[in-house]
């Protein structure tokens, strides 16, 4: 299955009926399918993770260097708190939102599913740290990838912090297919697949869809590649 098949499939187990409203009002729609609470913080810093992290009881977190976020993930005992940096423009804010969903299904919730359907009921005690597991119950945990506890999750505006650059890369594309479906794009795109056709796609996910340009340039090129051929193929239809 290519890359862009595996979120594909996620974002249909995770949203079967999605909406087609466009930009679409995460902030509105992911709490009716997902336990997480959202929440727009000014100046958002791993300071204000540490005092959000107090008021659930966690106080002990070694808060790292004090840079900006875009945005962070909480999540514990099947449940999470995104919180977005409310400085960032509306764009930015919605792809940082999308992203730090990404995170919380792939990452946290899905491997949860899987973890709870090997362990079993008494699997919840040890999912929520309520209880240590035993060694056979922490093999079964890591086989599902499943953090047992606190899962956080912070973003920089410009990397993620200290995570795995496959993961940060898996939670762009499923942010980019959550927040643009190839299938709406094409649907709205005008004019044939000339070779203008990258600019004409990135343009159009700024306007309608709401993508940060950055993201846009970059997801308009994988999709304009799909439609245009290659410079063999393309050479050898000149001769």
Do not use: K
């Not at 990404?102 to 899987?114: I, K, N, S, T, V």
């Not at 308009?220 to 239809?237: E, I």
């Amino acid at each position: 299955m290519e890359p862009w098949d595996d979120v594909q499939t996620e974002i249909a187990r995770l949203w079967p009926a999605p909406d087609d409203r466009f930009p679409r009002p995460l902030d509105q729609l992911i709490p009716l399918v997902l336990p997480v609470g959202i929440v727009a913080v000014a100046d958002l810093r791993p300071r204000t993770v540490a005092d959000w992290l107090a008021r659930l009881g966690v106080t002990d977190w070694p808060v790292p260097s004090d840079c900006r976020l875009a945005g962070c993930l909480i999540a514990a005992r099947g449940h999470g708190l995104i919180l977005v940096n409310s400085d960032l423009d509306p764009a930015e804010q919605r792809f940082t939102l999308a992203h730090e969903v990404a995170h919380f299904w792939l990452d946290y919730q899905r491997p949860r599913q899987r973890a709870l359907a090997a362990l079993g009921p008494a699997g919840l005690e040890i999912l929520d740290g309520a209880r240590p597991p035993t060694p056979a119950e922490r093999i079964t945990a890591l086989l599902h990838r499943v953090t047992l506890g606190l899962h956080l999750h912070l973003l920089d505006p410009w990397e993620g912090a200290g995570t795995p650059d496959w993961l940060e890369e898996r939670a762009n594309r499923f942010a980019l297919a959550l927040l643009a479906p190839a299938a709406a794009v094409w649907a709205r795109l005008d004019g044939p697949p000339d070779h203008g056709l990258a600019d004409r796609l990135a343009a159009l996910l700024t306007a309608t869809f709401g993508l940060p340009a950055g993201p846009a340039r970059l997801y308009a090129a994988r999709l304009a590649a799909q439609r245009l051929p290659s410079p063999l193929v393309a050479a050898l239809r000149a001769r």
